[in-house]
């Protein structure tokens, strides 16, 4: 009978029992992997909405900026060009006055002049030369004075092709010696309110105003980096324009390196650079001018050092400046924008100082660096 019953009883195999075991602990985990999946799934998907907000937000004011950027380009444009025709009429104007007053000094120096008959017992007849006709010394200045009073265009760079005025070799040869102090104070780079050094600032380059890459982001940079702080600071833009015109005016895909760059210029960067109004580091305390002057001075340093192997073994010193070679919004722009901020933070008594010795040397080392890389094209 007991062997009935065991043999009417079941048989299960130890490896059946290890297969439910197995598929009951792999389908626990499939579940809550399922569980997971739908709700990052729910969470991708309200992201996506949240970032189609978000650039819907972004397009209007972009839209918009970018309207009102493309209108300040073309009146930027405008500007330059009409300031541009309108140097070229005040250098023809000067020409034409000089000429002139050519004409009726020698007028004036003719004093061989038939002289009538006085009647008997009348005074004679005095000659005398009609200062209209020649002016003296001091109207001659005083004309030349309202015509070259603004010191930028007394002047312009040697691209363009322009003699500059020479103020003691056009004077008339009817002033007396000692009276060509106001002509040289003027035109020789000397103001008369400061008394002090009248900066030749860069004129706005005129193969940038046709080119298409120039006007996506160069009149704007150069309308704001073009400010007067120092001679060293002024050659440093004329040495950047020129390295821009070799690279014709386009802006590198990639830009310079971040590792140890300014937070204010990050910050800068971020909002939009000179686009927007406000967005310049207030520097105006010693203490954030010296933090930002030593967190500059880390980027530089940073920069300046080769960034790769190739750069490290190469024999001429500007080729392991590679890195730097970055034109446009994204290249020296930056860099030129933390001179100008460190440069126009400087008090008199700064300038003096440490502080300023150290500007004037970074503006030493980046001309240097910046010359090299324009030779190099």
């Known amino acids: 009978m007991s062997k009935r019953r065991a043999s009417s009883t079941p048989f299960t195999s130890p490896s059946s029992s290890n297969g439910r075991l197995k598929v009951r602990l792999v389908a626990q985990p499939s579940r809550e992997v399922r569980e997971f999946e739908s709700l990052l799934l729910l969470k991708d998907r309200a992201l996506e909405d949240m970032n189609d907000e978000l650039d819907e937000l972004m397009n209007c004011d972009s839209e918009r900026v970018k309207f009102l950027e493309e209108e300040r380009k073309q009146v930027f444009q405008e500007k330059t060009i009409a300031e541009i025709k309108a140097e070229r009429l005040q250098r023809r104007v000067i020409e034409l006055e000089t000429e002139l007053h050519n004409l009726k000094l020698h007028n ?42 603004k010191c930028p265009t007394a002047s312009t760079d040697e691209s363009h092709g322009v003699k500059q005025f020479n103020a003691v070799e056009d004077l008339p040869n009817n002033c007396p010696p000692g009276d060509t102090t106001l002509s040289r104070t003027l035109f020789n780079g000397e103001t008369s309110a400061s008394n002090g050094s009248c900066i030749e600032l860069p004129v706005y380059p005129e193969d940038a105003l046709k080119s298409d890459n120039a006007r996506r982001w ?118 030129l924008a933390c001179l100008k901020w460190w440069g126009m933070a400087l008090t008199e008594k700064d300038k003096s100082g440490p502080l300023g010795d150290e500007w004037r040397n970074m503006i030493k080392d980046a001309s240097l660096v910046l010359s090299e890389l324009t030779k190099d094209r």
């Open 218 to 335: 160069f009149p704007s940079a150069f309308g704001y980096l073009n400010q007067d702080i120092s001679e060293e600071y002024a050659g440093l833009l004329r040495i950047w324009v020129e390295f821009e015109r070799t690279r014709d005016w386009a802006s590198s895909n990639k830009g310079l390196d971040r590792r140890e760059r300014p937070k204010v210029l990050s910050k800068w960067i971020t909002n939009c650079r000179y686009e927007r109004s406000g967005n310049e580091p207030d520097l105006t305390k010693k203490e954030d001018l010296v933090q930002f002057s030593k967190s500059f001075t880390r980027w530089w340093d940073n920069l300046r050092r080769p960034q790769s192997s190739a750069e490290t073994s190469a024999h001429d010193t500007h080729k392991g400046w590679q890195s730097l070679d970055r034109s446009g919004k994204n290249g020296w722009l930056g860099v």
């Open 108 to 149: 004036a120096q003719v004093v061989s002049v038939e002289r009538p008959t006085a009647p008997h017992g009348a005074k004679p007849v005095a000659v005398s030369v009609d200062r209209s006709i020649a002016p003296t010394c001091e109207e001659y200045e005083v004309k030349q004075v309202v015509v070259r009073a």
